[in-house]
C-alpha cells in the first residue's frame, strides 16, 4: 500500500517511476476507507479495493527487484520499514480502544485469547492458515498479514522463477490465478472469522482465504510485469484500451453496488489495470498521476492504516451514526485524510528512512546492491 516511488529507492539499479501506479494505490486506498464508513451511498459499498493491492504489490516488488541481485536481507529489511512502524503503532492504538470497555465486551472475549492475538498480530501472523485466529483490531490489517506470507514465502520464489514464456501463457496465466481468486473467495469467504468470539468455520479452507488470495493476486501481479518488461502484445492491447478497462471496472462495480453481481470479479479485471496504466500517453495514467491523486498515493498507507481507528474513537465516544449522511461521510473522509497526512509525516516516513539507515544484515550474505538512483524503481 506503499507509493511506488518510495519503494523504488530501494531496488537495484535505476528504473524509471511509474506514478500512475502511485495514484493507482491512492485511489484504491480512498475506495477502501470508503467503503468502510457504513451505508456509504453507491459505488463505494466495494470492499474488494483490497485485492488492488496485493496485484500491485506483486507487479511493483517483480519490477523493482532482479533475480540475480535478489539480496534477501536487503529486502526483508525493505519490507520491514515500508509497513511495519506504522502497522505497529495501529495496532497498539486500536487495541487500546478495541479490548477496552469500548468496543467489544470484554467479558466475552478471554484475556488469554487477547494476548494470543496481541502476540500473533505483533509478528504479523493473525491472518496465517492454522496458527492465526483471523483476528485484528484495526481490521484492515489481515491484508498486511497475508502480504507479509508472499514477502517471506512466494515472492523470493517468484523471483527465481521464470515467468510464462508467450504472450498467450502470461494472459493464460493471469486468467487462472484471477480465477482461482474468485473461486476460493466465493466458495470459501467466512466474516465471521474477523469476530473476537470463537467460531469455527465448517469450511475448512476459509482459514486461508486471507493468504489464497494475496498468494493469487501476487501471482497475477507478476505475470503482468513479465508482460509489461517484454512489452508484449496484452500490454499494448492494455495501453491501447484503458478506456475499455476502466468501463469494465465501472460496470462490475455498479451492478455490484446493486447486489446484480458479485464485486470479487473485480480480480479478472485488476491485472489489466495495471498493465494500462504503465502507458503514461492514455487520460487514465495522466489522471492517476496527477498531483492530487499522487499525493494521495504517498499517503495511502497511512489511509488504509488509520481509517478504521478514526472509525473505532468515533464508536468509543458514542458519535458513530447508525447511518451514514453524505455530509459525514464526506467529513470523515476529510479527517481521515488529515490524520493520514499527519501520520505519514511523523511516523510512517522518519520511521521507515530509520530502518533503512540500519546496517545491513548478515542475511545479505555476499551480494550487495549499488546505491540506488533517486529515481530508481520500486
Given amino acids: 500500500m506503499s507509493s511506488l516511488r518510495s519503494d523504488i529507492s530501494t531496488g537495484h539499479g535505476a528504473r524509471p517511476d511509474l506514478p500512475s501506479l502511485t495514484g493507482l494505490r491512492g485511489l484504491a486506498a480512498s475506495v477502501v ?3 468502510h464508513l457504513q451505508d456509504t451511498p453507491g459505488v463505494f459499498m466495494w470492499h474488494n479495493a483490497v485485492d488492488l ?24 529489511k525493505a519490507r520491514i520499514a ?13 487495541g487500546a480502544i478495541y479490548i477496552g470497555p469500548f468496543v467489544i465486551d470484554p467479558s466475552g472475549y478471554p ?3 487477547a494476548v494470543a492475538d496481541f502476540l500473533m498480530q505483533l509478528a504479523m501472523l493473525n491472518a496465517w492458515p492454522v496458527i492465526g485466529s483471523s483476528v485484528h483490531w484495526d481490521a484492515p490489517a ?45 466458495c470459501f469467504f467466512d466474516y465471521h472469522l474477523a469476530e473476537p468470539q470463537v467460531h469455527a468455520s465448517i469450511k475448512t479452507l476459509s482459514d486461508w482465504t486471507a493468504v489464497a488470495r494475496a498468494v493469487f493476486g501476487f ?3 507478476w505475470i503482468a510485469n513479465a508482460c509489461f518488461q517484454k512489452r508484449d502484445g496484452l500490454q499494448q492491447a492494455c495501453a491501447r484500451f ?20 458479485n464485486s470479487h470479479a473485480l480480480v479478472f479485471v485488476y491485472p ?58 464526506a467529513a470523515t473522509f476529510c479527517v481521515t485524510l488529515v490524520v493520514s497526512t499527519v501520520s505519514y509525516f511523523t511516523i510512517e516516513k522518519p520511521a521507515r528512512d530509520w530502518v533503512r539507515r540500519l546496517r545491513p544484515t548478515l542475511l545479505d550474505g555476499a551480494v550487495r546492491r549499488e546505491a540506488p538512483s533517486p529515481d530508481a524503481a520500486q
Fill in 219 to 221: 501471482t497475477a501481479g
Fill in 82 to 94: 515500508r509497513i511495519y512502524p506504522l502497522y505497529l503503532v495501529c495496532l497498539i492504538l486500536a
Fill in 111 to 113: 484475556v488469554r485469547n
Fill in 33 to 35: 476507507a470508503l467503503a
Fill in 272 to 329: 489489466f489495470v495495471i498493465l494500462a496504466a504503465t502507458d503514461p500517453s492514455s487520460a487514465s495514467s495522466r489522471l492517476l498521476a496527477s498531483k492530487p491523486l499522487h499525493f494521495l498515493g504517498e499517503i495511502s498507507y497511512s489511509i488504509y492504516m488509520t481509517h478504521m481507528i478514526i472509525l473505532l474513537v468515533l464508536f468509543a465516544l458514542g458519535l458513530l451514526p447508525d447511518s451514514w449522511s453524505l455530509p459525514m461521510t
Fill in 142 to 186: 489481515w491484508s498486511l498479514s497475508a502480504e507479509w506470507f508472499c514477502y517471506l514465502l512466494l515472492f523470493p520464489l517468484l523471483i527465481l522463477a521464470k515467468a510464462p514464456p508467450t504472450t498467450a501463457t502470461r494472459l493464460l496465466g493471469i486468467v487462472v490465478a484471477s480465477a482461482a481468486s474468485y473461486t476460493w473467495f466465493s
Fill in 242 to 261: 484503458a478506456w475499455l478497462i476502466w468501463c469494465a471496472v465501472a460496470i462490475i462495480v455498479l451492478l455490484a453496488s446493486r447486489d446484480m453481481f
Fill in 53 to 76: 493491492f496485493f496485484v500491485l504489490s506483486g507487479f511493483t516488488l517483480s519490477y523493482i527487484y532482479r533475480r540475480e541481485t535478489f539480496a534477501f536481507g536487503e529486502y526483508l
